[in-house]
């Protein structure tokens, strides 16, 4: 599986952002997909997983009510909709193969892209 990360950039606080990740190889052999992000000086962090067959997400409580993970089964593509943007979201987002919360249940990862929110 061969992931391709996109869409980040410089914004201000209250922004809004949309990544996305484009899936190539053997997609249907991965249950789902999801986002994480890393801060400089910090751990790689959960954000959001979405399952292919039936959409069904979840997110972590920092980002909640503010992101949306989608899906795009037809193309082999998954988004992030970050809308209400905050300084503390700054960090590189991956996208990652798998389903869970917890980097262990990732096999593969995209390159990152790079979200920066000014104050």
């Known amino acids: 599986v061969q992931l391709q990360a996109s869409g980040g950039g410089l914004v201000q606080a209250g922004g809004s952002l949309r990544l996305s990740c484009a899936a190539s190889?053997?997609?249907?052999?991965?249950?789902?997909m999801a986002w994480f992000r890393q801060a400089p000086g910090k751990e790689r962090e959960f954000v959001a997983t979405i399952t292919w067959r039936l959409g069904i997400t979840s997110y972590a409580d920092s980002v909640k009510g503010r992101f949306t993970i989608s899906r795009d089964n037809a193309n082999h593509r998954v988004y992030l909709q970050m809308n209400s943007l905050k300084p503390e979201d700054t960090a590189v987002y991956y996208c990652?193969?798998?389903?869970?919360?917890?980097?262990?249940?990732?096999?593969?990862w995209g390159q990152g892209t790079q979200v920066t929110v000014s104050s």
């Open positions: 990652a193969s798998g389903y869970g919360t917890s980097k262990s249940d990732y096999d593969y």
């Open positions: 190889g053997r997609t249907f052999s991965s249950y789902g």
